[in-house]
């Protein structure tokens, strides 16, 4: 187990806190700072919605992929060395986004940022965590990190749609360079070396097959959109994915430095709670992608005015996740897991009412109960996750739960937008056949479906925005449902294997679960 060289006190010691706390926090919220962006990225670098979904999950997937092994890695380098190495590769894919002239640049910077954070996040909690002093502390520590986490994610959209609205949107990227240097500067001088722990080797063959598994999926469901299911490419894909993650449960089940071990899947509620993770991740998660295209590609919002339609999820979500841990301790886990996944799903499911038309009045009570579901939800699911299994396994099973929140995002945004993209191409091309285009109907079709309205078609470029507007709606209208609809299926797995008595202790309200162990197990990052 590595420990400080030597106690860090006083100034230095809360600035080192703040510096650790503040260096995680941008890796959390750059999960969701782009969304807004997203529809003014398209336009600028002209990009199918197809290359959206892989901006957005290129950071997601890397760092789901590669969390439970940062952790490790972090412990091998040392946790200040760890944190040191993350932040700098963090800043170089930050500086890649910022200076990206396509949507494909755009999407490597992005996995590259993925991938420091996959690190970044285990070490700042193990920091954290050796910088408290103190069992209560610790507690106290990793529980307002969990609570301002959840702050950042729902916030993220806000913050974002401001600075697009005021600078441009490279500055996503371009202020973390910045910020990471002060922050690399900080922890040089106020964190004291960590000595590497010794003995925990790296699952290299789990790594690889789970991330390629992962990959090909997202790439199977994405893409074949484009080319079609039935494509040789596509359906190679699948191949791949599932071989993958058949060999990749085989090794895991044999190896014994496994990055998942298996036998964490004895535990009835556990599953559950990966179970459950995935699917918040499937539909609530991925719903942030989908709601940012809403208020800004079919109701007209500039990136601002759609970061502020966030703010009914980003409130309720802080007010519902420290009033879950309490009504948990009394009521059970099951039941508020499951009340949560009815409240998020009802939320998702009613934008399916949706059109160009409806504007924000018809649906702020929705983007309301989408917050509210999610912050009664996850803060029980990691607590019921850490609380069933031994304590020297709670980084692990939290590392778990973080990747199946994660992968599920990923898994969300490619299937559901799946979905999405082709209502909206179905749509798009009959609007358009029903207007005298004549031969101008491909080369149209293809530039709204880039977000460009051409200026020089038969049609006023007014008509044919608003013909664009209302297909993009059609076409969210679907990806919402299914993603209600998937969020409230999980109520069955919920009940199935969750907690109905009271479980867990009121003092977790904030969000906060089991500490993590640093050391063998190395802690990851847990979102409320």
């Known amino acids: 187990m590595s420990t400080p060289a030597a106690p860090v006190v006083g100034t230095r010691r809360r600035v080192a806190l703040f510096t650790v706390f503040a260096t995680s926090l941008i890796a959390m919220l750059d999960l969701t700072i782009s969304a807004v962006a997203l529809p003014v990225i398209r336009t600028d670098l002209s990009a199918s919605l197809t290359s959206l979904q892989w901006m957005f999950d290129a950071y997601t997937l890397a760092f789901a992929g590669l969390v439970l092994t940062g952790g490790a890695v972090s412990d091998r380098l040392g946790h200040r060395t760890g944190l040191l190495a993350s932040t700098s590769l963090f800043i170089v894919g930050s500086a890649v986004c910022g200076l990206a002239d396509s949507a494909g640049v755009l999407i490597a910077g992005r996995a590259l940022q993925g991938v420091g954070a996959a690190m970044l996040v285990p070490a700042a909690m193990a920091l954290i965590s050796l910088l408290a002093g103190g069992d209560a502390a610790r507690a106290k520590l990793l529980g307002i990190w969990s609570a301002l986490s959840g702050a950042a994610i729902a916030f993220g959209p806000v913050a974002g749609g401001w600075l697009v609205a005021t600078f441009d949107w490279r500055i996503l990227f ?7 240097i002060a922050a690399i500067v900080l922890v040089v001088f106020t964190v004291d070396s960590i000595a590497p722990a010794e003995g925990r080797r790296l699952d290299l063959p789990g790594l690889l097959l789970g991330s390629l598994g992962a990959l090909a999926l997202a790439y199977g469901i994405i893409e074949g959109v484009v080319v079609g299911f039935g494509s040789p490419v596509i359906l190679g894909s699948f191949a791949v994915a599932v071989l993958a993650l058949v060999a990749f449960i085989a090794v895991e089940r044999r190896s014994e430095h496994a990055m998942m071990p298996l036998s964490l899947f004895s535990s009835k509620p556990f599953t559950a709670s990966t179970i459950v993770a995935f699917v918040l991740g499937f539909g609530l998660s991925s719903s942030f992608f989908f709601l940012s295209q809403l208020l800004q590609q079919a109701f007209g919002y500039s990136p601002f005015k759609a970061g502020i339609g966030f703010l009914p999820a980003a409130v309720m979500l802080v007010l519902a996740a420290p009033i879950a841990g309490k009504l948990m301790a009394r009521y059970g886990a099951a039941q508020i897991v499951s009340v949560g996944l009815a409240v998020g799903g009802v939320g998702l499911a009613a934008l399916w009412f949706t059109d160009a038309d409806t504007g924000y009045g018809g649906i702020w009570w929705a ?8 912050g009664l939800t996850l803060p029980p699911v990691n607590t019921v996750a850490l609380g069933s299994v031994p304590p020297e ?4 099973a939290s590392g778990t739960v973080e990747t199946g929140l994660q992968f599920g ?7 559901i937008g799946a979905a999405q993209v082709s209502t909206f191409l179905d749509d798009l091309r009959d609007r358009l056949a029903a207007q005298p285009l004549g031969g101008e109907l491909g080369r149209v079709t293809e530039q709204l479906s880039e977000g460009r309205v051409p200026g020089d078609a038969p049609v006023a470029a007014d008509v044919l925005a608003d013909v664009a507007r209302a297909a993009s709606a059609s076409g969210l209208n679907v990806a919402f449902l299914v993603a209600g609809l998937v969020t409230i299926a999980a109520i069955a797995p919920t009940l199935w294997g969750m907690p109905r008595k009271a479980f867990g202790d009121p003092a977790a309200a904030g969000g906060q679960t089991a500490e993590p162990a640093v050391g063998s197990d190395a802690p990851s990052s847990r979102s409320t």
Do not use: E, F, K, S
Request: glycine share 24%; hydrophobic share 55%; charged share 5%.
């Open 174 to 180: 371009q202020i973390n360079v910045p910020l990471g």
């Open 367 to 374: 983007v309301g109960l989408i917050g509210i579901g999610w």
């Open 393 to 396: 396994r709670a980084g692990t």
């Open 409 to 415: 995002t990923v898994v969300g945004i490619a299937a």
